[in-house]
Each structure stands twice: as structure tokens, then as C-alpha cells.
């Protein structure tokens, strides 16, 4: 099967083509190309493979031509043409950026990366994916790069990647930081839901003893919520049963002996393990 980023270039040149806005769009859900673009560079900023640095050269130019084209294509007050400037434009921009970070780690390695990142002229979106790539990749050296982040002032998309590296870095204090950052942000309702998945799922893997404290904490303190990813009391539980091995009085669960619990933290913990080496990207435009 080839692989992912030739099928993404293909892909692209094929839109290229389309000669309608309704045929734009007909191609765009026939090759999956939301996904299929997504797969494609995150398959680059992960990993360094020769061949793949002309197929990502010839995706970027691609995309540039595809959004110089779009504007006449998708010009008309119909519902197709507003479909394509609203939703596909945009993800066209972001899929840009990132492929153009993919093509600089491919081709410059991370200090390539970090010189994107240090570039204050360059676009947000090229910045971020490029700090992002090198999340992905966690070199030892960089953990000072990533420390530089976990601060409530820093760009949100930023401190988020950032805050989700710190798990691969667990010789660093990096437990001590996240626990801060936590507490920093805990009376900002709409920073702290953005940051607690990340903060959370990064001190699971780092499964660092010192944090039971911060834990047992939000046993009482935490938010509640049906979907365990956002679920501050679930993820408290888990670990504090992984830390002590012991269940322990919480606000989800006031009755420890009833049936289901235990299933429901080993069901938890499962998403949480398949997840604790996956990175979430942010919207940036």
C-alpha cells in the first residue's frame, strides 16, 4: 500500500481538477481528505523517512495552488461555493501550515523546527505546527522550549501542546510544573477546561508519586463529567488507586461499595492508556 502522504498528494492533485465547487466537494468526501491530510503530516512530524520529503514538497505546492484557485471556484452565492469558502478553505489553510512544518522536520530536523518556532514574522499557524511537530518528537534537549510554555500568559494552542509534551520528559520535574500550572489556571473556567484533559493525561503517564496530594484533591475539588477524558474526579480516582491502591471518598462515587465502579475506572483507565501517547492539535488560523 503506498504510503500515507504520496496518497495525500494524489489526492490533492485530483482536487486540483475539479472544475465545480459541487465536484470540489464530491472529491474532497470521496478521498477522505480531511483525515487523509491530517494522517499524512502527522505521519512527518513523527517521523524522519527520505522519500518522503519531494512527496511533501509537491502536497505543499499543491495546496498553495488550491488555495490561490479556490477564491474563483467558490466565488458564487450558491450553497455549494459558501460550503467550500466557510468549511473547506479554512482546513485547506491549516492542512498548509502543517504541511509545511511536516516538509521542514523532514527536511531540517528539529533545529529546523525550532527555528519556525523562534520566527516572530512567521504565520501563527506555522509557528504552531512546527511547535507541535516537535512535541511529537520530544527530543531530551528541548524540555526548556516546552518549560517556556506552561504559563497561563502564553498562547493557549501553544501552553496546550505544551503542557501535553511535558509527559515524555519525567526526569525534568515535569509533574511539579503541570501541578502548578493546574493551580494557576483553576479559577479560569474556560482555560482550565481547555487545559485539564492535557494537564490530567500528562500526570497519568508520568504516574509521578509526588502528585497523590494534588490528586486526593480533586477526589472532592474536581469537575464531574460523563465523558471520563473530561472527567477530573475519574481521572483522580484512577490514579490515585494506581498510587495507593486503594479506592478513596470522592464526589462521583459516595457509595465505594457499589457494583460497577471498579468496572468503570478499569474501562477509564483503558482510554486513558490508549490515548497516552497521542498529542490533540488545536484550531489555528
Known sequence: ??????????????????????????????????????????????????????????????????????????????????????????????LQHATAAALVAQRYGVAG?????????????????????????HPPSEWPLFARYLTPGAHHAFLGAAAEAARFYPEADAAGRLVELFDAVRDDLHLRAFLSPRILESLYVLADPSTLPFFRTLLTAGYTDADPEQCEVTRALVMVRRLTGRMEPNTKYPDLEAPGIVDALAQAESVFQRREAVLRPVTVI
Open 113 to 137: 523546527l525550532r527555528t519556525v518556532v523562534a520566527d516572530e514574522v512567521a504565520p501563527l499557524a506555522r509557528r504552531y505546527f512546527a511547535f507541535l511537530a516537535l512535541a511529537e518528537r
Open 1 to 94: 500500500m503506498p504510503e500515507t502522504v504520496f496518497q495525500f498528494a494524489e489526492a490533492l492533485r485530483r482536487l486540483l481538477h475539479a472544475g465545480r465547487p459541487e465536484d470540489f466537494e464530491a472529491l474532497w468526501v470521496a478521498e477522505d481528505l480531511e483525515d487523509l491530510g491530517w494522517d499524512a503530516v502527522g505521519r512527518a512530524w513523527r517521523f524522519d523517512a527520505g522519500r518522503w520529503e519531494r512527496a511533501l514538497d509537491e502536497a505543499d505546492g499543491l495546496l498553495l495552488r488550491l488555495l490561490d484557485r479556490l477564491p474563483v471556484l467558490a466565488a458564487s452565492a450558491e450553497p455549494a461555493a459558501v460550503h467550500v469558502r466557510t468549511f473547506r478553505e479554512p482546513e485547506l489553510e491549516r
